[in-house]
């Protein structure tokens, strides 16, 4: 797994996001990343629970494994809101999901105002 080292520009550059977010409709972003037992136990389980995810504002997802650890499950999901997002998180049938699918710890978690995405 890759760290970048804190960074006082881009943290004064995040919290300039944070204002603009305040401002401006902006989607949020959210990447979080725990260990699983099997990672194709676990994505059959996130997989079923996407007409869930969809009801409850997710816009878009990506999914993977960090580089190097097979078992460690990542999730990059777009919301429509955060009280979208906090909604779901805060379910029980998430809860019962993660329990089912496997998952070995309490999810790492960040939450990110995204302003742009470009795709080639």
């Known amino acids: 797994m890759y760290f970048v080292p804190f960074n006082e520009k881009l943290w004064r550059r995040m919290s300039i996001l944070v204002y603009y977010n305040q401002k401006h ?8 990343y725990h260990k699983v037992e099997d990672f194709d136990k676990w ?7 996407r007409p869930i995810r969809i009801k409850a ?14 078992n460690t499950a990542y999730v990059i999901n777009g919301w429509k809101t955060m ?10 049938v998430l809860a019962d ?11 790492h978690t960040f939450v990110m105002d995204e302003v742009e995405m470009v795709t080639k």
Request: net charge negative; charged share 30%.
């Open 83 to 92: 009280k979208d997002y906090e909604a779901f998180v805060g379910s029980s």
């Open 97 to 107: 999901a993660m329990k089912r699918a496997g998952v070995l710890e309490k999810p």
């Open 25 to 32: 409709d902006v989607m949020i972003k959210t990447l979080m």
């Open 43 to 49: 994505k059959e389980a996130f997989d079923d629970l």
């Open 57 to 70: 504002g997710e816009m878009d997802y990506s999914v993977g494994t960090i580089h190097g650890q097979p």
